[in-house]
Structures are given as structure tokens and as C-alpha cells.
């Protein structure tokens, strides 16, 4: 996969390090030439550019990338204009850094889905959620075990648990699941929203656009997404 990070703090730099680590292709772009410098041997591409400001912003592969990844974390204002900007490029798929509630409703209302917490959400943990297809957002309990959140494999929609047998088949445990909805935020701004269908049971019943909340073995869990 193709990355796009904006900013090379020490999160920034620790996800672009951590991802290129994996196997995929990473462009870390920063304003300050001496972060670009240190990490130029260290992960694909660096490049020095202010993505506050369109007309640098154009120089750079955009298009290109599976996901943009806005890590500003220095100034809010830099990085909300920095995924404006991205957004107005077109980019395929844009994650923003917040470090404030209103920062989320400001990323929300510009239509910006995925949103990440530098303080809750480790830059390990970002790599692995982003280059396994299907995983939304994982808790690690320990090397081996995990609880997912995993998006409804379109041949599942309109199943029930007991007929997919997850626990015999991929030896899984299904623990509730999240319908998605709209909700209007503070803005008025509709976003989406989660709400937990309480446990999961035999006859629980798999819709489109549903979510599993998933406990097992990770090796077992990237068995069930292939």
C-alpha cells in the first residue's frame, strides 16, 4: 500500500518508520527540513513542503496514495487547513490527528470520518489497523490475543451467527455488534454514529453496514479477513 503522512513529529515519524518497516511504500512530508533530513533513510520518501499551502500541496502525490494521514500536531489551525486541503485535492482516503474535542468536530463537519488520538491510539497499533483489510480499530490484550472491531464481509449480510459457525470455523468469538446511524453533531453536521446491539447471540442477524466486535487469536482473525 501507498502512504501519505503529513507532519514527521514523533508520531508522525513513528507511524512512517513503523509502516515502511511492514513492506509498504511511505512519502513523510514536513515543513522543517531537519525532520525530513533525519528520517530520509529511514522510511521510502521525504519531502520538504508546506501542505497548508495549496499550490506546494499540488507537488505532491496525492492521488497516488491509498490513505493520507494529517499528523500535524504543533498548531491546530495548520492542521485542519492541511486536510482541507487534501480533501479539496481529492485524496482517496483521509485520516486526521486531532488533540482536541472541537478539532474532532471541526474534521467531522469537512466530512472526516477517521479521526486518530495520538494519546489513545499508539502509532504501532495505527500501522497494523491500517494495512489489514477489514479491521476498523483493535484492542491488544496481549502478543497473540485481540478484540476487533471488523466491518461485515458483504457475504455475511443478512446471516445469522449460528449459521457462519465462527467459532468452529476460525475459533472467533463474536461479542456484540454496532448498527451505524447519523447523528447531527454540535455544527448540525450529520456524522456517523454507533450504537451497540447489546450481546451477541445465536440469532443475531449480520446487516449491511453493521460492525462485529471480534475476540480471538490475531492470526485467526487475519484468517477470517483473507
Not at 508522525?12 to 525530513?36: F, N, P, Q
Not at 479521526?115 to 496481549?142: M, V, Y
Amino acid at each position: 500500500m501507498n502512504f501519505l503522512i503529513v507532519g514527521l513529529g514523533n508520531f508522525g515519524a513513528s507511524l512512517a518508520i513503523r509502516l515502511t518497516e511492514l513492506g509498504h511504500e511511505v512519502i513523510g512530508v514536513d515543513s522543517s527540513m531537519s525532520k525530513v533530513e533525519m528520517l530520509k533513510n529511514d522510511i521510502t520518501h521525504t519531502i520538504c513542503a508546506n501542505c497548508t499551502d495549496i499550490h506546494s500541496a499540488k507537488e505532491l502525490p496525492v492521488l497516488d496514495a491509498d490513505a493520507v494521514i494529517i499528523c500535524i500536531g504543533e498548531h491546530e489551525g495548520n492542521s485542519i487547513m492541511a486536510t482541507a486541503i487534501m480533501k479539496q485535492l481529492n485524496a482517496k482516503r483521509i485520516i486526521g490527528r486531532i488533540v482536541s474535542d472541537t478539532q474532532a468536530t471541526v474534521l467531522n463537519a469537512m466530512g472526516i470520518e477517521e479521526i486518530i488520538h495520538p494519546e489513545r491510539d499508539s502509532a504501532e497499533k495505527l500501522a497494523k489497523n491500517l494495512t489489514t483489510e477489514g479491521i476498523i480499530d483493535s484492542f491488544e490484550l496481549s502478543d497473540r490475543y485481540s478484540i476487533v472491531k471488523i466491518d461485515v464481509p458483504e457475504k455475511f449480510e443478512g446471516k445469522r451467527l449460528d449459521e457462519l459457525q465462527l467459532r468452529h470455523n476460525y475459533n472467533l468469538t463474536v461479542l456484540t455488534t454496532l448498527s451505524k446511524s447519523k447523528k447531527r453533531n454540535l455544527l448540525g453536521f450529520k456524522q456517523a454514529s454507533f450504537e451497540v446491539q447489546g450481546i451477541a447471540k445465536a440469532d443475531t442477524i449480520l446487516n449491511k453496514d453493521d460492525i462485529l466486535v471480534v475476540f480471538g487469536e490475531r492470526s485467526d482473525i487475519e484468517r477470517f479477513l483473507d
